[in-house]
């Protein structure tokens, strides 16, 4: 049965453990760069990780996108979004049908 799991910092993630994903606290991106290879080489088919340690390891993230699992979703940490989430959805948007279907003018 596959995993869902949640990698950032502690006020971020812990809230997450309420509805049974399996948390991992992390502020440092090579830690978490590690801790995703990991989960990635397991059972998670989701791997949410809080905007702020997403931007530190863009790299690593990048080696997933077009693997069916997991799914890597960069998800706004407990200081609001910066943004970074809502532009990697658009480019994977972008790239799956082709042009901007979400954020037209």
Known sequence: MYKIGVIGDKDSVLGFMAVGFKVFTEDEPHEAAKLLRKLAN?????????ENLAFRMEEEIARYKDRPTPAVIVIP???GTTGYGMTNLKKSVERAVGADILFKE
């Open 42 to 50: 397991e059972d998670y088919a989701i791997i949410y990780i809080t």
């Open 77 to 79: 940490g407990k200081d």
